[in-house]
């Protein structure tokens, strides 16, 4: 059966941009952009222009070199900020503009003191304004993940009639539950008319920590587009990670979906991207963590260095890994001890392993991880002493 495409929108540059800490200047937005596009994500968001100059200019830049990702700018529903969004994608081979405004029922009291047929009026004329400038308009219902599901479909056909051509269906607060964002999907596929000429799109926020398997949720029950960031970056918890759904979509063929990412490359864009901005990777992230195909128990390593498959559901050269790693700790076993000492180069036998296997647990309770200096030493006192001939 033929995969269905799932297209990545990849907002590294906007909503991982705009978190605290991160400093990134116009020449790496460029660069992170550039890598965006080899990477193979359909559409990058570049940034937010009315926010700032700089943020302008470097819209601006990426939408001059960008060859094949469509280029989206985000805006308010203020005729300002689409106005400062059109200007930005000027250059851009495939522009989009990225216009919303909130719909739950907090933002329309406590946000915008106002009622929700004003919203749907606002929504609208924004849609209709971005339209003017641009063929292809993204609406963002905000806070769509509590928003009444009535009111989000009316909101939807609304801007559909207006002229949108996608829909974002942000769960700002990353408060849903997979379930439950997945039926807001369907219920939107269900009671949309017009529904089947947008793509619907996912934008999760992980603040309960789902918001990959939200976004796998949104896919599953209709949605075609992921919005998603390098390393999960995004406001506050992050966003969806884009090397997560790639590789769930890789690993789990039966959900028939595809994406055109070059899942080679997502190890150097992480590593990039967390450089540049200056945010570090937790280690045991999935996907691109520094421990993500490291093994360090004794039990996993033994399976491991017998075949991979054991404990590894993911071939770490399909992300980019050159291989797996076994980390000597106190908790590692002979097998390990064997092999590491001869991926440097010594044979060792059985009873010649036990006596250093002895040795390596003292010093792996003192330095907690016993690295290649550390091995090549303990075979230079072994020799000393045992008569170890190199083999
Ligand atoms: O989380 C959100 O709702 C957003 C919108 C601006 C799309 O980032
Ligand atoms: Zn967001």
Redesign the pocket.
């Known amino acids: 059966m033929k995969l269905e495409k799932i297209e990545i929108f990849d907002?590294t540059l906007?909503?991982g941009e705009q978190v605290p800490g991160c400093k990134l200047n116009a020449e790496q937005k460029l660069v992170i952009a550039q890598k965006l596009d080899d990477l193979g994500v359909d559409i990058i968001e570049a940034g937010f222009p009315i926010s700032s100059p700089g943020d302008f200019h470097s819209v601006s830049e990426i939408a001059k070199i960008v060859r094949s990702a469509k280029v989206c700018a985000?805006s308010?529903a203020h005729k300002k900020d689409i106005e400062s969004a059109a200007q930005a994608l000027k250059y851009a081979k495939k522009p989009r503009i990225?216009t919303?405004i909130?719909t739950s029922e907090s933002h329309i009291k406590f946000k915008f003191n106002s009622t929700p047929e004003e919203i749907i009026e606002r929504a609208c004329e924004a849609v209709t304004y971005a339209k003017s400038f641009v063929d292809d308009v993204e609406f963002?219902a905000?806070?769509?993940g509590r928003t009444d599901n009535a009111f989000l479909a009316k909101v939807c056909q609304e801007v559909i009639k207006a002229g949108a051509t996608v829909l974002?269906i942000?769960?700002?607060?990353g408060y849903c539950l997979p379930e439950e964002y997945g039926k807001k999907i369907k219920y939107l596929k269900d009671h949309v008319q017009g529904i089947d000429n947008v793509v619907l799109s996912t934008?999760c926020?992980n603040d309960l920590g789902l918001a990959t398997a939200n976004s796998i949720a949104g896919a599953v029950n209709g949605a075609r587009q992921i919005?998603c960031t390098i390393n999960g970056i995004?406001?506050r918890a992050g966003?969806t990670a884009l090397e997560e759904v790639v590789m769930i979509f890789k690993q789990h063929q039966h959900l028939n979906f595809t994406t055109d990412i070059n899942s080679r490359m997502l190890t150097e864009l992480s590593l990039l991207t967390s450089e540049m901005m200056g945010m570090l990777v937790q280690p045991n992230k999935a996907i691109v963590g520094s421990n993500a195909f490291a093994h360090s128990s004794g039990i996993h390593q033994d399976g491991v260095i017998k075949n991979r498959e054991t404990y590894e559901i993911i071939n770490p050269e399909d992300v980019g890994v050159n291989k797996s790693s076994i980390v000597l700790t106190a908790r590692s076993g002979r097998s390990a001890l064997a092999y590491r000492f001869k991926n440097i180069g010594f044979d060792v036998t059985k009873n010649e392993l036990d006596t250093l296997y002895v040795e390596f647990l003292k010093i792996a309770d003192r330095k907690k991880e016993v690295n290649n200096d550390d091995l090549n030493l303990m075979m230079t006192a072994f020799a000393q002493t045992a008569n170890y001939e190199h083999r």
Do not use: S
């Open positions: 907002t906007r909503d985000l308010r990225h919303g909130g963002y905000e806070d769509a974002n942000p769960d700002t607060t934008h926020h919005e995004g406001e966003n």
